[in-house]
């Protein structure tokens, strides 16, 4: 793989008359490659009664809490989603069998989420589906130690 040309820092690049229009390009750039891969994902999503990619994040996130479930704010602040979204995506779950939750003794209305028997392992299918569409979508475009400076560089835009 040919390296990329740089040009000195700060310098505008690809026609740009200012260098910051850099950091619109990166979260465009992101967003095309997020739309272009989530089609096919969440096909094969659906065939495993995932309605939606969230569904995943949060089964993922109940198994990770064990026995003790976890809480639905702790989870609203974790995944970075607005409670009414959260609330629907968690009631939609439970209609089809994959979470069930529970009122917190004096939390006022909080609620811990639990696995159901029905979701037991779900994850693990589900993860395979990320990373067969994943793998096979990135890695042919990049090596493994750019995959792992790109995962450094975003980190740094949600720590």
């Not at 400076?149 to 980190?155: E, G, K």
Request: proline share 5%; glycine share 8%.
């Amino acid at each position: 793989m040919l390296a990329p040309q740089t040009p000195a820092d700060g310098q505008p690049q690809f026609g740009d008359g200012n260098p910051r229009t850099a950091y619109n390009r990166v979260f465009f750039g992101l967003m095309r490659v997020q739309r272009s891969l989530m089609p096919e994902i969440e096909k094969s999503l659906r065939e495993l009664g995932i309605r939606d990619p969230v569904w995943y994040e949060i089964l993922y996130a109940v198994e990770q809490a064990g026995e003790g479930g976890v809480q639905m704010l702790s989870l609203q602040e974790r995944l970075c989603i607005p409670q009414y979204a959260l609330s629907r995506h968690v009631a939609r779950m439970e209609d089809a069998g994959l979470i069930r939750r529970e009122a917190v003794a004096g939390a006022g209305r909080g609620q811990n989420l639990y696995l159901t028997e029905a979701s037991r392992g779900l994850q693990d299918r589900v993860w395979q589906v990320y990373v067969e569409r994943i793998q096979a979508a990135i890695g042919p475009h990049m090596t493994t130690d750019e995959a792992y400076d790109l995962v450094r560089y975003l980190n740094r835009l949600y720590s």
